[in-house]
């Protein structure tokens, strides 16, 4: 029986993959645990598909190496690892060393405080630069409200095999865990790890794909842009008919030219309508989109039954 498997994404990290393993290993060994690791390479473009095959060879049969056929993303790669992890307890972590593996500790610590289904790694401090590090907070408070769950998660984290094969059956293109993973758990844990700097090359991670990201999660897990259709159509063929209201009050008792007060209440009227109409459209469509999501509409913790 396999304790822990180690599901780390990979992309262009060919100098710090051997060490992430030795120091990994050599943790595991300490607090004698049994342990695998899945690596997933997501289309790296140096030689880190080589030093992968390297560490296979080490330990074959505690090793599984996964290749995409292009860069799919760091949520994607997860997902694939997840999909092939064995062991009653699987942790994610980052290919860089940022996270560092002795922090492992911490996290399993935390889990057996009150045997909870998930445990975030969490750090008082990261060590990107200042631009790097506010632009990963806008998208965690925003993708946060959007999605009403806490913004404090990272890809750091450990999670009970049993909630990790309820994930399985969403297979969007676009994926993301953490979203997925509080749809089947309340047991949610944080514990405090340490976050180093990056001492090779730079991150994956650009503001492009930061942004892009909070923009496929808005359109993926929410109904934000829906809402926002429903309730601006709303609002705008309200406010279009007090002006209505207005021009033909104006027309009743200041006598404005003849046809002018006619042409703009048709098309205020007229525009009104549409977006009255777009609106009702809309929450039809938010709906659907709530519907065919396959999000559960309740999660059983515990049953007793005779």
């Known amino acids: 029986m396999i304790e822990y498997s180690i599901v780390i994404p990979v992309f262009n990290s060919e100098f710090t993959l051997r060490k992430l393993y030795d120091r990994t290993m050599e943790f595991f060994k300490s607090i004698d645990k049994t342990v695998e690791f899945i690596f997933v390479d997501d289309g790296s473009m140096d030689n880190s598909w080589e030093v992968l095959k390297s560490i296979k060879a080490l330990n074959p049969k505690r090793v599984a190496i996964i290749r995409f056929i292009k ?93 990790v094969k309820k994930i399985f059956p969403h297979t969007h293109n676009i994926i993301f865990i953490d979203e997925l993973l509080w749809w089947y758990t309340g047991s949610v844990n ?24 909070l923009v496929e999660l808005i359109l993926s897990y ?17 406010f279009f008919l007090f002006i209505v209201a207005y021009y033909i009050a104006a027309k009743i008792f200041y006598d404005v030219p003849l046809g002018y007060t006619s042409i703009i209440v048709g098309i205020m009227l007229s525009t009104s309508l549409i977006l009255f109409s777009l609106g009702i459209i809309g929450e039809y469509i938010s709906r659907l989109y709530q519907s065919q999501n396959n999000k559960p509409p309740y999660i059983i913790s515990e049953k007793d039954e005779d």
Not at 89 to 105: K, N, S
Not at 200 to 209: A, E, H, L, M, R
Request: charged share 25%; aromatic share 12%; net charge positive.
């Open 71 to 163: 860069n799919y993303g760091q949520q994607n790669a997860t997902f694939c690892g997840l999909e092939h992890a064995k062991g009653k307890f699987i942790i994610t972590i980052d290919d860089d060393l940022q996270q560092p593996p002795e922090e492992i500790g911490k996290l399993i610590a935390r889990q057996k405080e009150d045997d909870s289904d998930l445990v975030y790694g969490i750090y008082k401090k990261k060590q990107h630069s200042i631009i790097r590090n506010l632009g990963s907070k806008i998208v965690r408070k925003t993708g946060g409200k959007l999605l009403d769950r806490p913004d404090t998660i990272s890809s750091f984290r450990l999670i009970k095999q049993a909630v």
């Open 190 to 213: 944080y514990a405090w790890v340490d976050h180093q700097k990056r001492t090779v090359n730079k991150s994956g991670y650009t503001y492009g794909k930061l942004w892009r990201f």
């Open 222 to 238: 929410t109904n934000f842009p829906l809402k926002f259709m429903v309730y601006g159509g709303l609002f705008s063929s309200i």
